[in-house]
């Protein structure tokens, strides 16, 4: 089964700032089928990035996806208070697998 | 606007069996895989498993076992079962849309329509 790995666990920032995230897969996998999603507390997930680097609906275009084989990355071009969350990348497959997440904080 | 919600007890004993539901609203169920995820307290995302409205399904090998999925298309609601249930079991429990999607010509797949989840805690 692959693993996925995110990092880092947590992420300090400043609104305006620029954010990475970071997810690893233990093999090499298809870019098509790792997503992004983005949880706040008290909400469910939300689908940020399909296809490794394609936006869902409505979602700003300061996010961004990218990477290949089994590197990853979501890009926040420039931080909004709203986008304080928790982030999860997540492989289409035999078992769906997610990563632990990464937690945005506030610095 | 399409919407899923969850429903079912919050708290089920040891060695029994987990039941909840989930109502579609805003779309039909056609087309598409209608999953169960879960995340305990502290761990990561699970997928349990999902079913198509024509009644077929697709589980996690890690819980197939005990894991049973239903569609009931008239009702545009659709179920889990999970059996033999321990404390390991207790979880945020979200029932989600697998969404499908086409990225440089492949069919890909997420999940794209969440419900707010139920909690649900197993008691010894």
């Known amino acids: 089964e692959i693993v996925l790995t995110q990092s880092p666990d947590t992420l300090s920032l400043s609104p305006g700032e620029r954010a990475t995230f970071f997810c690893r897969a233990s093999q090499s996998i298809n870019s098509h089928h790792l997503a992004w999603y983005q949880r706040k507390p008290g909400q469910p997930p939300r689908l940020l990035i399909y296809?490794?680097?394609s936006r869902d609906t409505a979602i700003a275009d300061r996010f961004s996806g990218s990477g290949s084989g089994t590197d990853f990355t979501l890009t926040i071009s420039r931080l909004e208070p709203e986008d304080f969350a928790f982030y999860y990348c997540q492989l289409y497959g035999t078992s769906r697998t997610f990563g632990q997440g990464t937690n945005l904080e506030i610095k | 606007q399409v919407q899923v919600q969850e429903s079912g007890p919050g708290l089920v004993k040891s060695s029994e069996t987990l039941s909840l539901t989930c109502t579609v609203s805003?779309?039909?169920?056609?087309?598409?895989?209608w999953g169960w995820l879960r995340q305990p307290p502290g761990k990561r995302l699970e997928w349990i498993g999902c079913?198509?409205?024509?009644?077929?399904?697709d589980y996690n090998p890690s819980l197939q076992s005990r894991v049973t999925m239903s569609m009931d298309t008239s009702k545009k609601q659709f179920s889990l079962r999970l059996s033999s249930v321990t404390a390991a079991d207790t979880a945020m429990y979200h029932c989600?849309?697998?969404?499908?999607?086409?990225?440089?010509?492949?069919?890909?797949?997420?999940?794209?329509?969440w419900g707010q989840g139920t909690m649900v805690s197993v008691s010894s």
């Open positions: 296809g490794a680097s």
């Open positions: 989600a849309r697998e969404g499908y999607f086409y990225s440089g010509g492949y069919k890909t797949y997420a999940f794209d329509i």
């Open positions: 079913v198509y409205d024509t009644g077929s399904t």
């Open positions: 805003g779309t039909s169920t056609s087309g598409y895989c």
